[in-house]
Each structure stands twice: as structure tokens, then as C-alpha cells.
């Protein structure tokens, strides 16, 4: 089994930063993807971010130039650096990873609340 714990959701003001961590924890070999993903109220789950293993990444439109997506694959996490933050960031952010040989897993999700 493989856990996922997230950190670092919470309320800021528009034009300011967080800084998202999701580590995963149990008996695997490695990580494939890491991912983030964001849903806002009465909306469906989007991606905002992904990595591979090798260090590639990709972005959805809205965050290009302002969020960062990086891993630590000895500490299998992910992190997402948020700059620039805007209301409409406002969303439950979920953690995503594929683990070798187990399959996709997903953190409980972390709020993040960007006010005006």
C-alpha cells in the first residue's frame, strides 16, 4: 500500500505564494508520474501540473509562468510552488502519483483559498 500526505494548503491574498508538498510513504519500488490536480466548487478535477521521473513537466494554460511543479525522488515528493496567486486558484488541490507495479494513488487533498 502506498499513503500520500499533503501539506502546505491555506488561505492567502491575491498576488502572494504557498508552497504545496505531498509525500508518499510505504513498500514500493519507484514513482512514475507525479501530478497535481485542483478542483473548484461544483466544477470537475483538472490538472495543473505533472512531472515525469526524469524531470519533465507539464502545465495546464492557467498556471504556465506562475506555479512550478519539482520532485525529490529520494523523499518521493512532489512539490508545487504557487506565485502569483489568483482567486480564481481558489480549489481543493489533490495530489497525484503512479507507483511501478501498484497503480494510481491520490492525496486527501489540501484546501487552498485565495482571496481579493
Known amino acids: 500500500q502506498v499513503q500520500l500526505v499533503e501539506s502546505g494548503g491555506g488561505l492567502v491574498e491575491a498576488g502572494g505564494s504557498l508552497r504545496l508538498s505531498c509525500s508518499a510513504s510505504?513498500?514500493?519500488?519507484?514513482?512514475?508520474?507525479m501530478a497535481w490536480y485542483r478542483q473548484a466548487p461544483g466544477k470537475q478535477r483538472d490538472l495543473v501540473a505533472r512531472?515525469?521521473?526524469?524531470?519533465?513537466?507539464n502545465y495546464a494554460d492557467s498556471v504556465k509562468g506562475r506555479f512550478t511543479i519539482s520532485r525529490d525522488n529520494a523523499r518521493s515528493t512532489v512539490y508545487l510552488e504557487m506565485n502569483s496567486l489568483k482567486r480564481e486558484d481558489t480549489a481543493v488541490y489533490y495530489c497525484?502519483?503512479?507507483?511501478?507495479?501498484?497503480?494510481?494513488?491520490w492525496g486527501q487533498g489540501t484546501q487552498v483559498t485565495v482571496s481579493s
Open positions: 497525484f502519483v503512479n507507483v511501478k507495479f501498484y497503480g494510481d494513488y
Open positions: 510505504g513498500t514500493f519500488d519507484s514513482i512514475n508520474t
Open positions: 512531472i515525469a521521473p526524469g524531470g519533465s513537466r
